[in-house]
């Protein structure tokens, strides 16, 4: 006879209630998705109804002063999930980061190529990526963001102010279409790539433009390099339009080693992203720090007395060696990108395995973002958060020593942190040292009636200047009038 027939019914009746609340408490201490608005199949969350992608961080902060500071999205059938806490960021990223070390793949691309930025992180893609470094930049009005990272990317020298132009135009307009039109792809993919077949057409047409302007400069680099070998096909020695010894393109596979020699395509990608990594965040940044400088005339003061301090009239111009001996620039850069970081997302990560976030379920293939403009905003973190105060940063403030990598802690992070941390940090770092050093010490920069400065902000790839600044420049020093007039 079963053994189970031989225990009495009531004795079963008995140990029931008790297996259950075993069973319900064994269930209760499993982790659970992230809280969030319900959700319908295919669409997602039901907030998309109501709300725009577009528009997603104003609806972020309303669900997090509901559920608190992790909260999980649907896009269609995508998770996403969304971390406000410093705390909860450190653990993930650093504590974790190996777990979160992927990307996913973005939906707006038409392209099965991926660059560096959005590839899976592995030993080999890692080793290929080199962090660029700037060796000497020299200051001219007409130079932007754009020509410093071209700089690098394929040392041009020499590159005239209309290609650089042209390339920051063609770069930007490529960065806003997507960043506007092309987050609807994350539903109905299937029907959307049909219906919405002229968007992909656009981003083509753009990519294609991009490719166009680039590619003769990659190719002037190749020449350089054969001239400078002097090898088959070399011609005389001149000067070319990429003279610096190294650059970035040097570094990537040509078919001169055991690499896979990469495509024209593959290479134009990879030095677009680089110069959509340097020059539309750097030139934003830059933006909304002179725009606090012209808001604050004292600190500007401040910060030229320093500079004039370390530098001399007869200098053409602030150098990289002078910028390491000025602790108060330094405070303002970290000060402008605390309050106003260009990005108010770090590029998304992609959980390579199932892991917890703050005791919340995240499932592998999870797509995780982390708020940056709420890190730094965080009132329980910072005195007086929305003041622009470079002192928070000198010895005594509550910014005093804040690591930006975030190592240890992280209070501010607008280059991200951990495994995926922005490579070109120092550089960024230090082209906006520069920038804004040689800018005050030429100029003294003014608010102008009727274009006082405005802080409304407006998304586009980056978060700019809603009413851009326009501010009224007076030459300090006699020897700059004949020289910066324009």
């Not at 970035?248 to 290479?267: H, N």
Request: proline residues 7%; neutral net charge.
């Amino acid at each position: 006879m079963d053994a189970l027939q031989l225990v009495p019914v009531g004795t079963l009746l008995f140990f029931l209630p008790a297996a259950l609340l075993l069973l319900r408490g064994a269930l209760s201490q499993r982790p659970h998705l992230p809280p969030g608005p319900p959700s319908l199949p295919l669409l997602g969350s039901v907030v998309w109804l109501t709300n725009s992608v577009a528009e997603i961080e104003p609806l972020l902060q309303r669900l997090f002063q509901r559920h608190g500071p992790i909260v999980a999205l649907r896009m269609g059938a995508r998770l996403s999930v969304f971390v406000a806490d410093r705390h909860l960021a450190h653990t993930a990223l650093v504590e974790r980061g190996a777990a979160l070390a992927d990307r996913p793949q973005l939906v707006s691309s038409s392209s099965r190529r991926r660059a560096p930025g959005c590839a899976a992180c592995s030993p080999t893609s890692s080793g290929r990526r080199r962090r660029p470094t700037c060796r000497r930049m020299w200051w001219r009005r007409s130079n932007t963001p754009c020509s410093a990272s071209w700089c690098s990317c394929a040392s041009a020298s020499a590159l005239d102010e209309p290609a650089v132009s042209a390339i920051a135009v063609a770069e930007r307009e490529a960065l806003v279409y997507r960043s506007r039109n092309m987050p609807v792809f994350a539903f109905l993919t299937a029907v959307t790539k049909h219906l919405l077949r002229a968007r992909l057409d656009t981003v083509r047409v753009l990519r294609r433009r991009v490719t166009e302007l680039i590619l003769p400069l990659i190719d002037a680099r190749r020449r350089y390099k054969i001239n400078r070998r002097g090898g088959a096909g070399s011609e005389p020695r001149k000067q070319e339009e990429t003279t610096f010894e190294h650059s970035y393109v040097d570094t990537l596979p040509s078919g001169d080693g055991s690499e896979r020699p990469l495509t024209d395509d593959e290479i134009v990608l990879l030095c677009a992203e680089f110069l959509d990594g340097g020059t539309d965040t750097t030139s934003t940044a830059l933006q909304w720090i002179m725009a606090e400088l012209v808001k604050n005339p004292t600190m500007q003061e401040k910060l030229y007395t320093e500079i004039t301090a370390i530098t001399t009239d007869d200098k053409e111009e602030v150098y990289e060696e002078d910028v390491h001996k000025m602790p108060y620039l330094k405070a303002v850069i970290l000060e402008g990108l605390r309050k106003h970081p260009p990005a108010h997302f770090v590029l998304p990560h992609k959980a390579a395995e199932d892991m917890e976030i703050g005791g919340y379920l995240i499932p592998k293939g999870t797509t995780v973002n982390f708020m940056v403009a709420e890190m730094s905003l965080d009132e329980r973190e910072w005195e007086n958060p929305t003041e622009f105060s470079p002192e928070r940063f000198l010895p005594g403030g509550d910014g005093e020593g804040v690591d930006v990598t975030g190592t240890k802690e992280i209070r501010m992070m607008p280059f991200g942190v951990g495994r995926r941390i922005c490579p070109g940090l120092g550089v960024a770092m230090l082209h906006l040292e520069y920038f804004v050093a040689n800018m005050v010490r030429d100029f003294e920069w003014m608010e102008v009636p009727g274009h006082e400065v405005d802080f409304t902000e407006k998304n586009e790839f980056t978060v700019v200047m809603k009413k851009p600044l326009l501010p009224r420049l007076v030459p300090r020093m006699t020897t700059q009038i004949s020289t910066n007039t324009h």
